[in-house]
């Protein structure tokens, strides 16, 4: 079992940045695929970024393509997610999730669905005002 606790969510005004933090429980953080989601009010769960098992793939949605910047760090267990240039249209909650993956695969591949994660976080609230 992965417990995922996500952080550093809160009311910013548009323009702004927040860094998101997921620290993971576990011994076996380097095998984990990671990946950020976030879910607004009566919408469905969408993708927002992802990151290899080795770090050295990411991924973004359109949305934020250019303004967020994914990253881990496996020695603290934690991922991050770096969001400038906040517009209203990032206000959701934001998840954190994870996939296992075979240690002895390449551990360069991303993930960008839903169902393809084992593990979830409880989110974090990110609140953008103009």
């Known amino acids: 079992q992965v417990q995922l606790v996500e952080s550093g969510g809160g009311l910013v005004q548009t323009g702004g940045s927040l860094r998101l933090s997921c620290v993971a429980s576990?011994?076996?953080?380097?095998?984990?695929?990671m990946g950020w989601f976030r879910q607004a009010p009566g919408k469905e769960r969408d993708f927002v970024s992802a990151?290899?098992?080795?770090?050295?793939?990411?991924f973004y949605a359109d949305s934020v393509k250019g303004r967020s910047t994914i990253s881990r760090d496996n020695a603290k267990n934690t991922m991050y997610l770096q969001m400038n240039s906040l517009r209203s249209e990032d206000t959701a909650v934001y998840y954190c999730?994870?996939?296992?993956?075979?240690?002895?695969?390449?551990?360069?591949?991303?993930?960008?669905?839903?169902?393809?994660?084992?593990?979830w976080g409880q989110g974090t609230q990110v609140t953008v005002s103009s």
């Open positions: 990151i290899s098992r080795k770090g050295d793939n990411q």
């Open positions: 576990g011994r076996a953080f380097s095998n984990y695929a």
């Open positions: 999730a994870v996939r296992m993956t075979d240690p002895f695969s390449s551990g360069s591949f991303y993930y960008k669905r839903t169902p393809e994660y084992n593990y």
